[in-house]
Nanobody, 122 residues
């Protein structure tokens, strides 16, 4: 598993971004995927997760109703659609993969991408 995240950038509050995370390996559909984020000076925190088939999703309370996680196994890609962005969403966003079911627990993920920076201006 080799994960490459992209799609970050600078956006005004209330705007939208879509993050992508692509796996260059051949076993993407075997893995549950998660998105986490880390703001300066803070711990890395859970954002959203999706099961291998896409049938199960979990969200942090702080993003529920604004963010949507999805995946396309044919493209080895997981997405995070972020709407109604707030300045407090500013962080480096990481995608991660695990061999079990979708999880909000950071330590349960085996593989991590390099992160993509999202900056939301007020």
């Amino acid at each position: 598993v080799q994960l490459q995240a992209s799609g970050g950038g600078l956006v005004q509050a209330g705007g939208s971004l879509r993050l992508s995370c692509t796996d260059s390996g051949r076993t993407f559909s075997n893995y549950a995927m998660g998105w986490f984020r880390q703001a300066p000076g803070k711990e890395r925190e859970f954002v959203a997760a999706i099961g291998w088939s896409g049938g199960t999703t979990y969200y942090a309370d702080s993003v529920k109703g604004r963010f949507t996680i999805s995946r396309d196994n044919a493209k080895n890609t997981v997405y995070l659609q972020m709407n109604s962005l707030k300045p407090e969403d500013t962080a480096v966003y990481y995608c991660a993969a695990r061999g079990g079911g979708a999880s909000a627990r950071r330590y349960e993920y085996d593989y991590w991408g390099q992160g993509t920076l999202v900056t939301v201006s007020s």
